[in-house]
């Protein structure tokens, strides 16, 4: 049985500041009370993963990114079939397109929460940046999951 909130981080990391997702997942892992919470990581989003939405409530991904403004920017997904539903790889919001597609229902509320990276070479560590960055992103996950509501979230999502 599905737990109702799942939070997917996904990255490589052996590729520097594309680890960010997975060691913002391995946080939550050891930092908070999963009872509710479900963890899923991979290198990267593939159509697959549009059924892991089925029967939850809330579901988190957790990527790095270039081009964030600030250390990361957390805002509410909606289903769009953006250039990446044809490649290997694809977005957060193809992946809710999928969703809609194959279960002919809206998906659940899905977040991203990007956190800002600049080096991605494969061997290379996290950037000093992203170091930063990601212990910003450790307080803004702490906040965010105290309360597993929709509206928390959104509320925090129009802040962001």
Not at 25 to 39: G, R, S
Not at 66 to 87: G, H, K
Not at 125 to 146: E, M, P, V, W
Request: glycine share 4%; net charge negative.
């Amino acid at each position: 049985m599905s737990k109702p909130v799942l939070i997917f981080g996904y990255g490589n990391l052996s590729r520097g500041d594309d680890a960010l997702g997975p060691l913002l997942l391995e946080y939550v892992e050891n930092n908070i009370d999963l009872k509710d919470i479900e963890l899923q990581t991979d290198f990267q989003l593939q159509i697959e993963h549009a059924l892991d939405l089925e029967n939850r409530q809330l579901v988190l991904f957790i990527d790095a990114s270039v081009s964030c403004e600030n250390a990361y920017e957390f805002y509410e997904l909606t289903p769009a079939r953006d250039n990446s539903y044809t490649t290997h790889a694809m977005s957060p919001s193809a992946v809710l397109a999928v969703y809609q597609d194959i279960k002919k229902q809206t998906p659940p509320p899905c977040f991203l929460l990007s956190i800002k990276g600049e080096s991605f070479e494969l061997g290379e560590g996290l950037s000093t940046n992203a170091k930063n960055h990601l212990g910003q992103a450790y307080r803004f996950i702490d906040q965010l999951l105290q309360v597993l509501e929709i509206a928390r979230w959104r509320e925090l999502a129009s802040h962001a």
